[in-house]
């Protein structure tokens, strides 16, 4: 009914010289008066929303190469997420490789790790077990000369030679056993004569 009596009238009765309306049925219904937010449907109940929403990425996960790291093809790797990106390093859960292989030496990753070779092993110090000479270098500083030096050591339990070292301002005394001598070298410090146990027992002339 609404279509016969506004079809063909003039939209403005003041200038009915303009177009008539043409008016035909329409193809959908109008939709309620409501307006149409973010998508959602008014008409009578709640629809779900048009748009879908993103599905938050994932995090890649990929398997180091046979030989990248020990040699371990399963060994796997989870980059974690940084602003902007990733980072460039990636934590796994590889057991740690030791820094220092036993024998040999050899490498393996290239950047990730590497087994190098143990030091050398330090020279052994001559060993003062077996010793039985004492040394007094220094002596003359300590205000001691031969003469003196000599007659403190002569007087010690176990002596049997002295000889004097004027390089070393000091001299060498030797004695029956290492428990002797260490038991003079006691002496002497007790008495202020620079004294130690020598690096090789002294030859008795």
Known sequence: AAIDVLNDQAFDRSRPQQDAL?????????????PDRGGWQSQGKLQEPSWTPKASPQRPSYSAPRGAVGGHADTRYQATPARGGYWKEASY??????????KGGNVIGGSYDQWSAPPPPKRA??????VDTVASVG????????ESLHNFYAQQQGFVAFKANSKLRGGFAKFQSPELAQQ??????????????????????
Do not use: C, H, W, Y
């Open 93 to 102: 859960d590889a057991p740690p490789l030791k820094r220092a292989a036993p």
């Open 125 to 130: 110090r001559a060993s003062s077990e077996g």
């Open 184 to 205: 003079a070298v006691e002496v002497a410090t007790a008495e202020g004569i620079p004294a130690a146990m020598a690096r090789t027992s002294m030859q008795s002339s």
């Open 22 to 34: 043409r008016v035909v049925m329409a193809k959908s219904n109008m939709r309620g008066s409501e």
């Open 139 to 146: 002596a003359a500083d300590a205000g001691f000369d031969e």
